[in-house]
């Protein structure tokens, strides 16, 4: 599959899977900013799919997981790339497959539910079999129904971060790159 891709393609994947690396790696030497960096890497997924596809998109998610967990230290980091990773994949991919042309005016909110239950596919079960990688004191009830919504509250701002990066961001600094 990727023999059919141009020259162009391939170095732009491979320079972004290496800036990838570099701010995942940046993420477990900064740990005060750890979500951030990660999150900044996963952007890189969304980055991919735009400019390639969605194919080549899920090649470089794939890739890029496998990577960081062979060259990275801290392997629950990767876990959580991965899953920010997937979240911004099946985003892309809704966009990708025009979800509004079937659902017309309710399409924003086909979107917002899809959104919730990829996130939630991949989070509760994480908080609600494992809260000790997610919460490192006693968790009781309080502390885990406080963990569920702070996890939505969490997906709010991560979407959103998202949202304005590729769209204000990316749309200029992409250009420049295309050119």
Same mark, same amino acid.
């Given at each position: 599959?990727? !023999? &059919?891709?141009?020259? @162009?393609?391939?170095?732009?994947?491979?320079?972004?899977?290496?800036?990838?690396?570099?701010?995942?790696?940046?993420?477990?030497?900064?740990?005060?900013?750890?979500?951030?960096?990660?999150?900044?890497?996963?952007? +890189?997924?969304?980055?991919? $799919? @735009?400019?390639?596809?969605?194919?080549?998109?899920?090649?470089? &998610?794939? /890739?890029? $997981?496998?990577? %960081?967990?062979?060259?990275?230290?801290?392997?629950? =980091? +990767?876990?959580?790339?991965?899953?920010?990773?997937? =979240?911004?994949? !099946?985003?892309?991919?809704?966009?990708?497959?025009?979800?509004?042309?079937?659902?017309?005016? #309710?399409?924003?909110?086909?979107?917002?539910?899809?959104?919730?239950?990829?996130? %939630?596919? !991949?989070?509760?079960?994480?908080?609600?079999?494992?809260?000790?990688?997610?919460?490192?004191?006693?968790? %009781? @009830? %309080?502390?885990?129904?406080?963990?569920?919504?702070?996890?939505?509250?969490?997906?709010? $701002?991560?979407?959103?971060? =998202?949202? $304005?990066?590729?769209?204000?961001? #990316?749309?200029?600094? /992409?250009?420049?790159? @295309?050119?």
């Amino acid at each position: 599959m990727f !023999m &059919l891709l141009k020259a @162009r393609k391939i170095a732009f994947l491979g320079l972004l899977m290496a800036f990838q690396g570099i701010l995942f790696f940046a993420g477990s030497i900064i740990e005060v900013n750890t979500l951030f960096f990660l999150a900044a890497a996963s952007f +890189c997924v969304g980055i991919a $799919v @735009r400019e390639t596809g969605i194919w080549h998109g899920a090649g470089f &998610l794939i /890739g890029a $997981v496998l990577m %960081n967990f062979i060259i990275m230290p801290q392997k629950l =980091y +990767c876990f959580t790339m991965a899953g920010f990773g997937v =979240y911004i994949f !099946m985003v892309e991919y809704l966009q990708a497959k025009k979800v509004s042309k079937y659902f017309g005016k #309710w399409n924003r909110y086909v979107t917002i539910l899809a959104k919730l239950l990829v996130f %939630n596919s !991949m989070y509760l079960p994480t908080v609600v079999l494992a809260p000790q990688l997610v919460f490192e004191g006693q968790v %009781n @009830r %309080n502390i885990l129904v406080l963990m569920i919504v702070g996890g939505q509250a969490a997906l709010f $701002v991560f979407d959103k971060a =998202y949202e $304005v990066f590729m769209n204000k961001h #990316w749309a200029r600094l /992409g250009n420049k790159i @295309r050119k």
